[in-house]
């Protein structure tokens, strides 16, 4: 059991370049995240699904672009990568149980993909 | 969501209980307390939550206040592998069917078990 897997673990890219990132859980999971962590900070949400084919806009949505086409997995996107984009992303999934998940709150996180924009 | 505070690092010696406060003044009735820790450079880890009545796992034990505007984490016989930020977070039922309830992480506190 994999739990939830981040390709790739580390990107460099130059400014201005796209790139996806792929998040990919096998736990049957509806909810999904991304979230991205600057050195010394917490985590902020950065998009998130409640289920295939939906997406919704967390804390920072802006320069990323989302997509959920099959329900286990979660891609991230930069359309043309910045400095300030230069950050560990954290991709995580949660199980819904009754009407809303919230009776766990149990994020399965994945580990990590470094990404540097020179 | 309540906000929460905590202080930014403590010391813990190895093998002995390891006390985490979190205060949540402004927490709501329908708040549940989270409770994740963050190794360095993995993805966070879920510990434990609790609404008002204590809990307990296989990895921690979770005090809350009479009125829960304060718990703790206790950790009780921290190892080295426990040197952590541990993060409180209060977060609050969801909405309709189908809504999600975002965690949002703070900066948490610095755990370091030392030999």
């Known amino acids: ?118 | 969501d309540a906000k929460t505070t905590q202080p930014p690092s403590m010391d813990c010696a190895e093998g002995r209980a390891a006390n985490l406060p979190c205060n949540h003044s402004t927490i709501s009735g329908n708040e549940y307390v989270y409770w994740y820790r963050q190794i360095h450079s993995q993805g966070p880890q879920y510990i434990i939550h609790g609404l008002k009545n204590n809990e307990t796992n296989e990895m921690a034990s979770l005090i809350i206040t009479e009125d829960r505007k304060s718990s703790t984490l206790i950790l009780p016989h921290a190892t080295l592998r426990d040197t952590a930020v541990y993060y409180c977070i209060v977060r609050a039922r969801g909405g309709s069917s189908g809504s999600a309830r975002q965690l949002t992480f703070g900066s948490g506190t610095q755990l370091t078990v030392l030999p």
Request: glycine share 12%; hydrophobic share 30%.
């Open chain 1, 1 to 118: 059991n994999a739990g939830v897997t981040q390709t790739p673990k580390f990107r460099v890219l130059k400014t201005g370049q796209s790139m996806t990132l792929l998040c990919a859980q096998d736990m049957n999971h509806e909810y999904m995240y991304w979230y991205r962590q600057d050195p010394g900070m917490g985590l902020r949400l950065i998009h998130y699904s409640v289920g295939e084919g939906t997406t919704a806009k967390g804390e920072v949505p802006d320069g990323y672009n989302v997509s959920r086409l099959k329900k286990q997995n979660f891609l991230l996107g930069l359309e043309s990568a910045a400095p300030s984009q230069t950050s560990v992303y954290f991709c995580a999934s949660s199980e819904r149980r009754g009407r809303d998940f919230v009776n766990t709150g149990e994020l399965f996180f994945g580990e990590g993909s470094r990404l540097t924009v020179l």
